[in-house]
C-alpha cells in the first residue's frame, strides 16, 4: 500500500503546483474538507486521502474569534506532527501562522481526535532539515515556498496535557 500512496504522491506533487491547481484548491478544496468534515464528524478529511492531514483549531491574532483550518501535516517521527505556512505559494503568510504566533497553545483534530498542542516556531536552524522531513511525504513541497518569495513558517506542534 505504501508504494502505491507513494506513486500516487509522486504524480499528483507536480500538478498540485500548476497555476491552475493552485487558484482551485485555495477557492474549492477548502469548502469541500469543511463539508466533508461536517458530515462525518470531522473523522475524515479529503486530503487525507493523499497525506496526512489534521484540523487546526486556534484563536485568531486580531479577532480573539476561533479559527479552524484544515492542514497537511508531516509526522516528525517523535510523536508532533510539522506544519508548514506555505498559503499555496501566495505573497501572503496564511493567517493561521499569525494566529500560531499570537497564540501558540492550540488543538488539532486528526481522524476525529480532538487533542491539545504547542506550537513552536521551527528556528532557521532546523529549516533544512525539516523541510526534508516534509519532502520525503511530498515531493518537492518546498518549491511553494520558493515560488512564493517569502519564507514559509513552519511549526511544530507538540500535543499537550490540559
Not at 504547542?118 to 529549516?127: G, K, N, S
Not at 518537492?140 to 520558493?146: I, L, N, T
Amino acid at each position: 500500500m505504501s508504494r502505491l500512496v507513494d506513486a500516487f504522491r509522486a504524480a499528483v506533487a507536480p500538478i498540485s503546483r500548476t497555476r491552475w491547481f493552485r487558484r482551485f484548491a485555495t477557492t474549492v478544496l477548502p469548502r469541500i474538507e469543511r463539508f466533508v468534515s461536517r458530515i462525518t464528524g470531522g473523522r475524515l478529511q479529503l486530503t487525507a486521502v493523499v497525506v496526512p492531514s489534521l484540523v487546526l483549531h486556534t484563536i485568531g491574532a486580531r479577532s480573539g474569534e476561533p479559527r479552524d483550518a484544515p492542514l497537511m501535516y508531516t509526522p516528525d517521527g517523535s510523536g508532533r506532527a510539522i506544519v508548514a505556512g506555505t498559503n499555496w505559494a501566495g505573497a501572503k503568510h496564511p493567517a493561521w501562522t499569525a494566529n500560531l504566533l499570537a497564540h501558540p497553545d492550540a488543538e488539532i483534530t486528526v481522524r476525529g481526535r480532538r487533542m491539545a498542542v504547542h506550537a513552536t516556531l521551527i528556528p532557521d536552524a532546523e529549516r533544512d532539515a525539516t523541510w526534508a522531513i516534509m519532502e520525503a511525504q511530498w515531493p518537492d513541497y518546498r518549491e511553494y515556498e520558493r515560488d512564493s518569495g517569502r519564507t514559509a513558517r513552519l511549526f511544530r506542534l507538540q500535543p499537550v496535557r490540559r
